[in-house]
């Protein structure tokens, strides 16, 4: 009996608390290796240097000490996703290390300046990247720890090169042993202390003013890109839950309910990327266009540049996933400045999305269709004046069609970019009526 309010007090502060995500991205195994083998070199080259504090130790003292990390094989970092931890494990052999020093040693009356040249394996450098969160203000952020890191390294592998001029055996000999051993250790000891602390600070620091709380759709529609809970590392993939909810700044956020469950993986899927969208997002998106005062959209085909707005005074949008469709009842007035020409219309459209992979110019390719039209009301506008022609709705709803299908509804084309130059190598788009599911697996281009 004592349990009940401890377990409902938890409820309250954490888990039931907790929205659904309406938007869930999915990254499987394979795309880390490819961005691996992408990236690897030119990460390497940017991290590759570091420098460390000056110390001294006794009678030595070592000075602008750099230190350069190579490795030749992408191969040699190997990455896993390790579920019951919530972590990623990484794991990097044969990192050869090359430590450059200025030295001093003093003792007595015996002055010597040289430099010296420390280079070896580190065998195993290992580390866990937790996954976690942080609240901040009304959303919820990525975090990370690193709760494990690991060094493998044996002096003893390492070669000494060191210039030590006029020195006697014994101060040689004393200060070959400071290289190989205090000044690796010291290096040993930096990484330990710095690769965790920089994760620590430096990535959630990053992390907490960079992390997009909400991104800009369109006008002054946002969606809330905050996640609901930390990112999940699943069996062989990643799940990223986002909050989803479209909002106006003007209005700030308002929830038109709660986010149903839907799928947060498909392994059927060819997609080694994936994104699940729950049909709260098409409830959220029609609750923002009813609220607006006035949406403005426009698109140009041809010569012309049709302006269509969206009017919540003239009708009420509601959107929703259908099998294999998205229904949409909108209102828009769609005008064209030559002559004032145009239409308004009130209509109920079942729109299909296909996707189509890309080519040389567009990573993919998505073609809408206007499977159903029916329309409520139907105005011409000619020079600006409206007639209403709802009377003859049947017989012009076939060229409403045409048209929507090819002015306001063209395939939109996604064009490579330089920053993520891929290609496609296979897809899926798929609509029912809780969550619509997109996937999409690729190569990087050479
Ligand atoms: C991790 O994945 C394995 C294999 O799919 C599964 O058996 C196990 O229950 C999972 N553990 C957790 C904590 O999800
Ligand atoms: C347009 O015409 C239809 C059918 O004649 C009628 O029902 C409707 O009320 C008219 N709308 C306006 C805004 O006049």
């Not at 499987?28 to 570091?50: C, H, M, Q, W």
């Not at 430590?99 to 007595?108: F, I, L, P, R, S």
């Not at 004393?174 to 290289?179: H, V």
């Not at 202390?193 to 959630?204: F, R």
């Amino acid at each position: 009996m004592k349990i009940l309010p401890i377990v409902l007090a938890l409820c309250l502060a954490i888990a039931c608390v907790a929205e659904n995500p309406a938007l869930v991205a999915v990254i499987e195994e394979p795309i880390i290796n490819k961005v691996r083998d992408k990236y690897f070199e030119s990460a390497l080259g940017a991290l590759g240097t570091l420098t460390m504090p000056d110390f001294e130790e006794g009678a030595i003292t070592a000075t602008n000490i750099r230190v350069q990390i190579s490795n030749d094989s992408p191969q040699n970092l190997v990455v896993g996703f390790d579920n019951e931890s919530n972590s990623i494990k990484a794991e990097i052999k044969n990192t050869n290390i090359k430590v450059q020093v200025d030295y001093k040693y003093k003792a007595g009356l015996v002055t010597v300046n040289g430099d010296a040249d420390v280079q070896g394996p580190i065998d195993s450098v290992a580390l866990s990247l937790l996954m976690d969160k942080m609240e901040d203000g009304e959303f919820i952020i990525p975090q990370i720890a690193v709760p494990d890191f690991d060094l493998e390294m044996d002096n003893s592998k390492f070669d000494l090169k060191l210039t030590c001029k006029g020195c006697i055996k014994a101060v040689e000999s004393l200060i070959a042993t400071f290289m190989k051993g205090t000044l690796l250790n010291q290096v040993k000891d930096q990484v330990k202390e710095q690769v965790p602390t920089m994760a620590n600070e430096i990535g959630n620091g990053i992390l907490a003013s960079s992390y997009p709380r909400t991104f800009p759709l369109l006008e002054d529609i946002r969606i809330v890109t905050a996640l609901t809970d930390a990112i999940n590392v699943a069996d062989g993939h990643l799940e990223i839950p986002l909050d989803g909810t479209v909002y106006t700044e003007e209005k700030g956020i308002v929830r038109p309910g709660p986010t149903p469950d839907m799928p947060r993986y498909n392994p059927e899927s060819p997609g080694e990327a994936q994104m699940f969208f729950s049909s709260y997002l098409a409830q959220t998106l029609s609750h923002t266009l009813n609220t607006l005062n006035k949406l403005v959209i426009k698109t140009r085909f041809l010569l012309f540049t049709f302006v269509t707005t969206i009017d919540p005074s003239k009708g009420k949008t509601a959107i929703s996933f259908d099998n294999n469709a998205i229904v949409a009842t909108i209102y828009p007035k769609i005008v064209t400045k030559y002559l004032k020409l145009g239409v308004e219309l009130g209509t109920v459209v079942k729109v299909s999305l296909k996707i189509k992979n890309g080519d040389s110019q567009n990573l993919l390719s998505v073609v809408p269709k206007i499977k159903k039209l029916n329309l409520n009301s139907f105005k011409l506008i000619v020079l600006g004046i409206p007639i209403n022609l709802s009377l003859f709705k049947f017989l012009i709803t076939p060229f409403v069609r045409l048209f929507l299908n090819f002015i306001v509804l063209p395939t939109i084309e996604i064009p490579k970019s330089d920053l993520l130059p891929l290609t496609v190598t296979d897809s899926l788009l798929s609509f029912n009526k809780q969550y619509a599911e997109f996937g999409i697996s690729f190569d990087f281009e050479e």
